[in-house]
């Protein structure tokens, strides 16, 4: 991340991305990476973070987000 891009992230009091990311897993949510972003970018789950559950389709995440306000698709 750039300095500028960090100081736009502070001025508007978005934590960093790791502690955001921490924020995130701490709730229970879940985080899970998108298997078509995946496969494109020729990924796996080693290569990344380890609050990543899984790689699922977007199948896969509706039948997780059945009956929960989806926010980001």
């Known amino acids: 991340m750039t300095r500028y891009m960090a100081g736009k992230m502070a001025k508007l009091d978005i934590p960093p991305i790791p502690e955001f990311i921490e924020m995130i897993a701490d709730t229970g949510a879940g985080i899970y990476a998108c298997k078509a972003s995946v496969d494109l970018f020729e990924l796996t789950k080693n290569d990344l973070i380890d609050q990543v ?20 698709t």
Request: hydrophobic share 40%; charged share 10%.
């Open 53 to 72: 559950q899984g790689i699922i389709t977007v199948g896969e995440f509706y039948e997780h987000a059945a009956g929960s306000q989806i926010i980001y």
